[in-house]
C-alpha cells in the first residue's frame, strides 16, 4: 500500500540552472565619503588606534642591565611577558586569563550601553578597512567615480590606477605585519635584521602572512569578514535590549516616505525624502530604514548624512540617530533621549568587571617576587647510608623575579636531627646560602638525611623553606620524607 502522505511530493528531477539562482554574487560595496561629526570621530579614533599599533614596539622602558628596554614585549626567548612595569612569567598566566575576561565583560558592557560601537569605531578590521576605503579613494575618486571605473574597460588609465592602489594596500599590509613582529623581539633590532636579511625565517614568514590577511581582509573582503566570518553580530543580540542605544531610523517620522520638491507642502508625508544618501554611504551596503539588521556595525556614516540631508531641505535633524528601540516610533524631532544607564543587566556587567579588576589588582599589589618549587625524588625513594639514617633527595627550584642577583637561606623543618648538603658536597649545617642570578631560576639538589629512629614511620611531614637573606621573604613548601616500614 502506498502512503498517502507522500502522494503530492514532486520528484521532478533538478534543474541546476534554476538552483544557481538560489545563489547570489557579491555585489562590491563603494561607499560614499561621508562628512560630519561621527565620521571625524572615526578619523581620531583610526589615528589613535593605529598610532598605539605602530608605535608601541618602539617605546624604550629602563629594567636594569639584566631585563630587556623594551615597554611592551612578549619574549619567548626567556619565557616572560612584558608590559611597562609589569613583568608575568609563565606561571602567571592566569593575568592574561583574566584580562581577557575583562576585555569579554567590557565589550558586552559596551554592547548592553551603545550596540555595536566596538565594531563601529574600534575592531581592527573596522579600521584598517577604512583605511584601505580611504587609498582606494585617494587613487579612483569618490563612489560615482569608482563605479564608472568598474565599469570601464581596461585601458592604461585603468591599469595604473588598480595597479597604484593595490600596490598602497600592499605597503601598508607589510606595515601592518612588520609592526607585529615587531612585539615578539627587540624593535630596532630586529628591524636592522630584517633589512640586512639576518631575520629568523619565523620573523619574515609572519610578516608574510600578516601581509595576506591584512590585504585580502581590509582590501578585498571588507564587509564580508563583519558578515560571514566574525561571531559576534549573532551574539551582539543577546546583549541589546530595548534601553541600548543603537543607530535608529524613526520611521515614525520618515514614513511614508518619498521624493519632495521645493515649496510643496510636508503634509500626509514623512521627512524622508528616499534619497538613499544613507545607503550610499554605508560601508555594510545595508538600507538602515530597514530596522536593526545583522550587518550593521552602528559606524553612524548614515547619521552623518542624513544630517547633512536634513540640513539641506530645511528640517531638524536626527531621522537617522542614536536611539532606543522605543524611541524610533516616536515622531517628534524635538523628543529628548531617556537614556537608562543603570539597567539589571548594565549592573551584572559593571559588578563582574570590578570584581574582576580588584582581584586582579589585589593579586598584582601583593605578587611575590620569590617562587619556590620542590620536587622529590621518586626513583629510589629512600636510600639507606651506612650509619643506618635514611636519606632523601630534593630537587629546589628557586625562581627570582627582581633584576637584582639575590642570596637565599635553605631550612629544612619538621624532623629532628635532620643533617642536609647540596649536590655531591659534604653535610653542611643548616641553613645553607644559595646565590640565584637577576632575573632568572636557579635550581639545587638537596638531599637530607634524618636518623631512623627518629622517623614516624614509612612517610614523614617535612618542610622546605627559602628565606630571602636580605628581606627575610620567606616561601615554605610542604614535602614528606620517606623512609622503610617500622
Known amino acids: 500500500m502506498v502512503d498517502s502522505s507522500v502522494e503530492n511530493i514532486d520528484v521532478r528531477p533538478v534543474n541546476k540552472k534554476e538552483n544557481r539562482a538560489l545563489f547570489e554574487k557579491r555585489e562590491k560595496i563603494q561607499p560614499k565619503k561621508a562628512r560630519g561629526n561621527f565620521r571625524r570621530l572615526k578619523w581620531i579614533i583610526m589615528g589613535i588606534t593605529l598610532g ?25 626567548a626567556r619565557e616572560r611577558f612584558y ?13 592574561i586569563t583574566g584580562l581577557l575576561i575583562l576585555a569579554a565583560i567590557s565589550l558586552f558592557l559596551v554592547t548592553s550601553l551603545f550596540g555595536r560601537a566596538w565594531c563601529g569605531y574600534s575592531c581592527p578590521q573596522t579600521v584598517w ?63 636592522r635584521e630584517l633589512f640586512t ?16 590577511t591584512t590585504y585580502v581582509f581590509g582590501g578585498l573582503m571588507r564587509e564580508q569578514v563583519c558578515t560571514y566570518m566574525c561571531p559576534w553580530p549573532r551574539i551582539q543580540g543577546a546583549m541589546v535590549d530595548e534601553d541600548t542605544l543603537t543607530v535608529t531610523y524613526h520611521g515614525a517620522r520618515g514614513e511614508p516616505r518619498g521624493p519632495h520638491k521645493k515649496g510643496e507642502p510636508w503634509t500626509d508625508r514623512g ?14 551596503g545595508i538600507d538602515i530604514r530597514d530596522g536593526l ?106 625562581l627570582n623575579k627582581i633584576h637584582e642577583t639575590r642570596r637565599f637561606l635553605i631550612e629544612v623543618e619538621g624532623l629532628k636531627g635532620v643533617q642536609a648538603w647540596l649536590e655531591s658536597g659534604p653535610p653542611l649545617g643548616l641553613p645553607m646560602l ?25 612517610s614523614s ?12 621573604e620567606r616561601d615554605l613548601q610542604a614535602s614528606s620524607f620517606k623512609g622503610p616500614d617500622k
Request: aromatic share 10%; proline share 5%; net charge negative.
Open 197 to 212: 636579511f639576518e631575520a629568523p625565517v619565523i620573523a619574515y614568514s609572519s610578516v608574510a602572512a600578516l601581509t595576506a
Open 434 to 458: 644559595v646565590t640565584v642570578p637577576a632575573d632568572s631560576l636557579s635550581s639545587y639538589k638537596l638531599y637530607v638525611s634524618v636518623p631512623a629512629e627518629n622517623l614516624d614511620g614509612k
Open 293 to 398: 539588521q545583522l550587518e550593521c556595525i552602528t559606524c553612524a556614516l548614515c547619521i552623518d548624512a542624513c544630517d547633512d540631508v536634513m540640513d539641506k531641505i530645511d528640517l531638524p535633524r536626527g531621522l537617522i540617530s542614536y536611539d532606543t528601540h522605543v524611541g524610533q516610533f516616536d515622531s517628534n524631532p524635538e523628543r529628548k533621549l531617556n537614556i537608562r544607564f543603570i539597567r539589571p543587566r548594565t549592573i551584572a556587567y559593571g559588578l563582574i568587571l570590578a570584581l574582576v579588576g580588584a582581584v586582579m589588582l589585589f593579586t598584582l599589589l601583593n605578587r611575590s617576587i620569590l617562587d619556590v618549587n620542590v620536587i622529590r625524588d621518586r626513583n629510589p625513594l629512600f636510600v639507606t647510608l651506612s650509619d643506618g639514617s635514611i636519606r632523601n633527595g630534593y630537587t629546589v627550584k628557586i
Open 52 to 76: 598605539i599599533y605602530y608605535i608601541t614596539p618602539w617605546i624604550r622602558w629602563d629594567r636594569g642591565e639584566s631585563g630587556p628596554d623594551q615597554a611592551v614585549l612578549v619574549d619567548f
Open 83 to 95: 608590559f611597562f612595569f609589569i613583568e608575568l612569567w609563565p606561571q602567571e598566566i592566569y593575568y
Open 129 to 191: 578597512t577604512d583605511l584601505f576605503i580611504f587609498v582606494e579613494r585617494m587613487v579612483e575618486g569618490d563612489r560615482n567615480a569608482r563605479l564608472r571605473l568598474d565599469k570601464a574597460p581596461m585601458s592604461i588609465s585603468k591599469l595604473s590606477k588598480r595597479v597604484l592602489k593595490h600596490s598602497i594596500w600592499l605597503v601598508i599590509g607589510v606595515l601592518t605585519g612588520g609592526a607585529w613582529v615587531f612585539y615578539f623581539a627587540d624593535a630596532p633590532t630586529l628591524l
Open 271 to 284: 521627512h524622508c525624502i528616499d534619497c538613499n544618501q544613507c545607503v550610499a554611504v554605508c560601508p555594510m
Open 461 to 472: 611531614d617535612i618542610d622546605i623553606v627559602v628565606t630571602d637573606f636580605e628581606s627575610s
